[in-house]
Protein backbone atom coordinates (compact mmCIF):
# COMPACT_ATOMS: atom_id res chain seq x y z
CA UNK A 1 0.00 0.00 0.00
CA UNK A 2 1.30 3.44 -0.99
CA UNK A 3 2.71 5.48 1.78
CA UNK A 4 3.73 8.81 2.74
CA UNK A 5 7.53 8.75 3.74
CA UNK A 6 9.87 11.11 5.61
CA UNK A 7 13.73 11.85 6.53
CA UNK A 8 15.27 11.75 8.75
CA UNK A 9 13.06 10.54 11.70
CA UNK A 10 15.20 12.46 14.30
CA UNK A 11 16.87 15.43 13.59
CA UNK A 12 18.57 17.43 16.33
CA UNK A 13 20.39 20.84 15.74
CA UNK A 14 21.17 24.61 17.46
CA UNK A 15 19.36 27.06 17.88
CA UNK A 16 19.55 29.63 14.95
CA UNK A 17 20.86 26.71 12.42
CA UNK A 18 18.67 25.87 9.69
CA UNK A 19 16.78 22.52 9.07
CA UNK A 20 15.08 21.24 6.09
CA UNK A 21 12.37 18.12 6.87
CA UNK A 22 11.87 15.79 3.75
CA UNK A 23 9.06 14.35 2.80
CA UNK A 24 7.89 11.68 -0.30
CA UNK A 25 4.11 12.13 -0.91
CA UNK A 26 2.13 9.34 -2.43
CA UNK A 27 3.02 9.33 -5.64
CA UNK A 28 -0.06 10.54 -7.63
CA UNK A 29 -1.38 12.96 -5.29
CA UNK A 30 -1.70 16.69 -5.71
CA UNK A 31 -1.59 18.20 -2.36
CA UNK A 32 0.69 18.18 0.14
CA UNK A 33 0.55 19.20 3.96
CA UNK A 34 2.71 20.04 6.80
CA UNK A 35 1.27 19.68 10.04
CA UNK A 36 3.39 20.12 13.62
CA UNK A 37 3.02 18.42 17.47
CA UNK A 38 4.54 19.74 19.88
CA UNK A 39 5.16 17.63 22.93
CA UNK A 40 1.98 17.09 24.56
CA UNK A 41 -0.26 19.30 22.52
CA UNK A 42 -2.47 19.33 19.83
CA UNK A 43 -1.90 18.62 16.34
CA UNK A 44 -1.66 21.72 14.19
CA UNK A 45 -1.86 22.57 10.76
CA UNK A 46 1.38 24.54 9.26
CA UNK A 47 0.86 24.95 5.28
CA UNK A 48 -1.03 23.34 2.28
CA UNK A 49 0.51 22.97 -1.02
CA UNK A 50 -1.02 22.35 -4.24
CA UNK A 51 0.19 23.60 -7.71
CA UNK A 52 3.56 24.32 -6.77
CA UNK A 53 2.71 27.75 -4.34
CA UNK A 54 1.36 27.31 -1.08
CA UNK A 55 -2.97 27.13 -1.22
CA UNK A 56 -3.75 28.11 3.02
CA UNK A 57 -1.59 28.46 5.77
CA UNK A 58 -1.70 28.95 9.87
CA UNK A 59 -0.53 31.84 11.82
CA UNK A 60 2.19 30.03 12.76
CA UNK A 61 3.36 29.42 9.69
CA UNK A 62 5.74 32.97 9.15
CA UNK A 63 8.58 33.85 7.45
CA UNK A 64 11.15 31.25 8.97
CA UNK A 65 9.12 28.82 7.43
CA UNK A 66 9.42 27.65 4.00
CA UNK A 67 7.64 24.88 1.58
CA UNK A 68 8.85 23.39 -1.62
CA UNK A 69 8.92 20.57 -4.22
CA UNK A 70 11.82 20.32 -5.72
CA UNK A 71 11.67 17.51 -7.98
CA UNK A 72 8.50 15.41 -8.52
CA UNK A 73 9.06 13.02 -5.35
CA UNK A 74 10.41 15.40 -2.88
CA UNK A 75 8.29 17.83 -0.58
CA UNK A 76 10.34 19.83 1.90
CA UNK A 77 10.09 22.32 4.76
CA UNK A 78 12.85 24.62 5.94
CA UNK A 79 13.35 26.38 9.40
CA UNK A 80 15.61 29.27 8.51
CA UNK A 81 16.28 29.62 11.85
CA UNK A 82 15.46 27.49 14.41
CA UNK A 83 14.07 28.42 18.23
CA UNK A 84 14.14 26.23 20.68
CA UNK A 85 10.20 26.32 20.48
CA UNK A 86 10.36 24.75 17.23
CA UNK A 87 11.28 21.76 18.86
CA UNK A 88 8.48 19.16 17.83
CA UNK A 89 7.05 16.19 15.50
CA UNK A 90 6.74 17.67 12.03
CA UNK A 91 4.26 15.09 9.89
CA UNK A 92 3.88 15.52 6.29
CA UNK A 93 0.34 14.50 4.83
CA UNK A 94 -0.74 14.14 1.17
CA UNK A 95 -3.98 13.87 -0.28
CA UNK A 96 -5.58 13.42 -3.76
CA UNK A 97 -8.85 14.26 -3.81
CA UNK A 98 -11.23 12.07 -6.20
CA UNK A 99 -13.99 15.11 -6.96
CA UNK A 100 -13.77 18.85 -5.60
CA UNK A 101 -16.14 18.15 -2.55
CA UNK A 102 -13.88 15.15 -0.28
CA UNK A 103 -10.29 15.34 0.73
CA UNK A 104 -8.53 12.75 2.73
CA UNK A 105 -5.40 13.26 3.93
CA UNK A 106 -2.69 10.51 5.05
CA UNK A 107 0.08 10.97 7.00
CA UNK A 108 3.83 9.99 7.54
CA UNK A 109 5.46 8.73 10.73
CA UNK A 110 6.71 12.20 11.16
CA UNK A 111 10.20 14.04 11.72
CA UNK A 112 11.00 14.55 15.49
CA UNK A 113 13.11 18.04 15.77
CA UNK A 114 14.80 18.80 18.53
CA UNK A 115 16.35 22.39 18.75
CA UNK A 116 18.66 22.82 21.46
CA UNK B 1 -13.31 28.74 13.65
CA UNK B 2 -14.04 24.96 13.42
CA UNK B 3 -13.18 23.35 16.51
CA UNK B 4 -12.68 20.02 17.74
CA UNK B 5 -13.35 18.40 21.90
CA UNK B 6 -12.62 15.45 23.04
CA UNK B 7 -13.04 15.41 26.38
CA UNK B 8 -11.21 12.52 27.75
CA UNK B 9 -7.57 12.74 27.75
CA UNK B 10 -6.46 9.18 29.24
CA UNK B 11 -9.34 6.31 29.01
CA UNK B 12 -8.37 2.42 30.75
CA UNK B 13 -10.21 -0.41 29.67
CA UNK B 14 -9.84 -3.73 29.80
CA UNK B 15 -9.70 -6.42 26.90
CA UNK B 16 -12.50 -7.44 25.27
CA UNK B 17 -14.51 -4.48 26.89
CA UNK B 18 -15.94 -2.43 24.50
CA UNK B 19 -14.93 1.39 23.71
CA UNK B 20 -16.35 4.80 22.96
CA UNK B 21 -14.40 7.63 22.90
CA UNK B 22 -15.95 10.64 22.61
CA UNK B 23 -15.58 13.54 19.56
CA UNK B 24 -17.46 16.99 19.64
CA UNK B 25 -17.09 19.33 16.93
CA UNK B 26 -17.93 23.16 16.18
CA UNK B 27 -18.14 23.87 12.37
CA UNK B 28 -20.46 26.20 10.58
CA UNK B 29 -21.63 23.89 8.22
CA UNK B 30 -21.90 20.09 7.21
CA UNK B 31 -18.25 18.63 8.87
CA UNK B 32 -16.09 16.58 7.16
CA UNK B 33 -14.74 14.18 10.15
CA UNK B 34 -11.96 11.71 10.92
CA UNK B 35 -10.54 9.51 13.55
CA UNK B 36 -7.10 8.99 13.51
CA UNK B 37 -4.50 6.80 15.83
CA UNK B 38 -1.22 7.37 16.52
CA UNK B 39 0.59 4.02 17.88
CA UNK B 40 4.17 5.20 20.06
CA UNK B 41 6.32 6.35 17.86
CA UNK B 42 4.30 6.13 14.78
CA UNK B 43 2.46 8.69 12.41
CA UNK B 44 -0.98 9.20 12.47
CA UNK B 45 -2.85 6.17 10.51
CA UNK B 46 -6.72 7.03 9.24
CA UNK B 47 -9.26 4.82 10.91
CA UNK B 48 -12.28 6.57 9.39
CA UNK B 49 -14.17 9.22 7.84
CA UNK B 50 -17.53 10.88 7.36
CA UNK B 51 -18.29 12.84 4.71
CA UNK B 52 -22.05 12.36 3.72
CA UNK B 53 -24.48 9.38 3.80
CA UNK B 54 -24.73 7.00 6.58
CA UNK B 55 -24.05 8.57 9.16
CA UNK B 56 -22.61 5.17 11.15
CA UNK B 57 -18.89 4.47 9.13
CA UNK B 58 -16.95 1.59 9.52
CA UNK B 59 -13.18 1.76 9.52
CA UNK B 60 -10.49 -0.33 9.91
CA UNK B 61 -9.39 -2.84 12.81
CA UNK B 62 -13.21 -3.05 13.84
CA UNK B 63 -13.95 0.48 14.66
CA UNK B 64 -16.74 2.57 13.92
CA UNK B 65 -18.31 6.68 14.17
CA UNK B 66 -21.38 7.86 14.46
CA UNK B 67 -22.27 10.70 13.33
CA UNK B 68 -24.82 12.84 15.21
CA UNK B 69 -25.31 16.31 13.88
CA UNK B 70 -27.94 17.30 16.86
CA UNK B 71 -25.28 16.55 19.37
CA UNK B 72 -22.28 17.77 17.12
CA UNK B 73 -20.56 14.57 18.23
CA UNK B 74 -18.51 11.96 16.23
CA UNK B 75 -18.24 9.37 18.92
CA UNK B 76 -15.77 6.21 18.08
CA UNK B 77 -16.83 2.52 18.90
CA UNK B 78 -15.17 -0.84 19.01
CA UNK B 79 -17.14 -3.81 20.40
CA UNK B 80 -13.80 -5.32 22.10
CA UNK B 81 -10.94 -4.07 22.40
CA UNK B 82 -7.30 -5.71 21.93
CA UNK B 83 -4.42 -4.81 23.49
CA UNK B 84 -2.67 -3.68 20.24
CA UNK B 85 -5.72 -0.69 20.16
CA UNK B 86 -3.49 0.79 22.98
CA UNK B 87 -2.71 4.32 21.06
CA UNK B 88 -3.40 7.44 21.33
CA UNK B 89 -6.40 8.54 19.55
CA UNK B 90 -7.36 11.77 17.33
CA UNK B 91 -10.47 13.32 16.20
CA UNK B 92 -10.16 15.92 13.58
CA UNK B 93 -12.65 17.98 11.20
CA UNK B 94 -11.81 19.32 8.01
CA UNK B 95 -13.02 22.27 6.02
CA UNK B 96 -14.96 22.56 3.23
CA UNK B 97 -12.97 21.59 -0.24
CA UNK B 98 -14.68 24.06 -2.33
CA UNK B 99 -13.89 26.98 -0.03
CA UNK B 100 -10.27 26.17 -0.33
CA UNK B 101 -9.72 25.65 3.39
CA UNK B 102 -8.14 22.24 3.77
CA UNK B 103 -6.77 22.21 6.91
CA UNK B 104 -7.53 19.87 9.75
CA UNK B 105 -8.80 20.76 13.29
CA UNK B 106 -7.28 18.13 15.52
CA UNK B 107 -8.61 17.51 18.84
CA UNK B 108 -6.25 16.71 21.73
CA UNK B 109 -6.38 13.13 21.78
CA UNK B 110 -7.57 10.54 23.80
CA UNK B 111 -4.70 7.98 25.42
CA UNK B 112 -5.92 4.61 25.44
CA UNK B 113 -4.20 2.02 27.93
CA UNK B 114 -5.58 -1.87 27.57
CA UNK B 115 -5.44 -3.47 31.00
CA UNK B 116 -5.20 -7.81 30.08
Known amino acids: EPEVTQTPSHQVTQMGQEVILRCVPI?????FYWYRQILGQKVEFLVS????????KSEIFDDQFSVERPDGSNFTLKIRSTKLEDSAMYFC??????????????FGPGTRLTVL | AQSVTQPDIHITVSEGASLELRCNYSYGATPYLFWYVQSPGQGLQLLLKYFSGDTLVQGIKGFEAEFKRSQSSFNLRKPSVHWSDAAEYFCAVGGLVDTGRRALTFGSGTRLQVQP
Open chain 1, 49 to 56: FYNNEISE
Open chain 1, 93 to 106: ASSEPRDSSTDTQY
Open chain 1, 27 to 31: SNHLY
